[in-house]
């Protein structure tokens, strides 16, 4: 069977997979694939509007899974996610079985009419049930499955046209909010995750090794808030207690598993944290300038200053 992924991109708040970044999801439902003992093409939508000599290989597939993250409204300077028009103009030529998903889907943003299959879940253990049991399932992956699959996926990366360079590989290291329990920022869909699930240390570390192996050299954590990594009091308070040691654990491991690594960035934090927890999250910064590259830069979120706008989207921190 003849299976293409058309990765659309992804631009969500705690994942970024537009190039040079490739995403994580686009990775997991190459693992998926692959755990279900079949084989893939790959091509980005970039790829699909040059009309590529790729693009007549996906033409030809029985399956297209096409990865549609959310996207956000504003002026891409390089690749631009897979748009409405072009959800449709694929679904109308690609005569083949029709697979999506990716926030777009799963949380209703866009039209997929014409798609045999839209997931509701991770596109990727929908893809992996589909192929292995013949039921498209709508559920999320387990955290094994999560793990597995970062491996099994990560040589995705080869057929990617920024690869090896300048292409940076996002790796998660939890999923959801620590505000979740409050609903967290109106515009935001991570608390809609539910309780944040975090992955241990030796996993991220694992997936991190098997990339490089595989020849990345440049990575972004991302999650949420990288101070709330395995941050104690989750669900109790909306300002978890921030958890340097595991934090030293996991940059210092990744930095062992791929020691020629040219970019080590983290992604997203939350300033409410940071502020009611000075004396862990001097560590932490510290930590980062011992063990990430230059050019890091935190994203603290802070959408407005306007008392009235804060109140009525529940955001997350005052001037
Ligand atoms: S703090 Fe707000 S913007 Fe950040 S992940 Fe949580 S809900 Fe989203």
Known sequence: ?????????????????????????VRYVAGGVKDSNKDFTYLTIDEYRKNSDKVKQMMGSEVLILVAGAAVPGKYLRGMPVSSKEIREISEKFDGLKISGGAK???????????????KKDLDASVYDFFTEKVFSNRNRTIDEWNKWSV???????????????????????????????GGCS??????????????????????????????????????????????GIGETET????????????SGIKNAAPNLKVLHVDNANPAVISEHPVESEKIMKILVEYCTPGNVLALGMESADPAVIRANNLNATP
């Not at 889907?105 to 997931?119: H, K, P, Q, T």
């Not at 240390?201 to 954590?221: A, P």
């Open 1 to 25: 069977m003849n299976i293409a992924i058309l990765d659309g991109y992804v631009d969500e708040p705690a994942c970024l997979g537009v190039p040079p970044y490739i995403s994580p999801l």
């Open 240 to 251: 978890p207690t921030p958890n340097p040691d595991e934090i030293k654990k996991l940059l």
């Open 152 to 182: 099994k996926g990560a040589e995705i990366v080869k057929y990617h046209p920024d690869f090896p360079q300048p292409l940076v590989a996002e790796v998660e290291t939890m999923r959801g909010c620590v505000r979740y329990f409050t």
């Open 187 to 232: 515009f935001c869909i991570e608390p809609l995750h539910g309780k944040p699930l975090f992955r241990d240390v030796d996993d991220i570390v694992k997936e991190v090794k098997v990339l490089n192996s595989t020849g990345v050299v440049n990575f972004r954590l991302t999650q949420s808030c990288f101070f709330s990594y395995k941050a104690i």
């Open 105 to 119: 889907a799963r949380f209703g943003l866009d039209n997929f009419e014409g798609f045999d299959y839209v997931a």
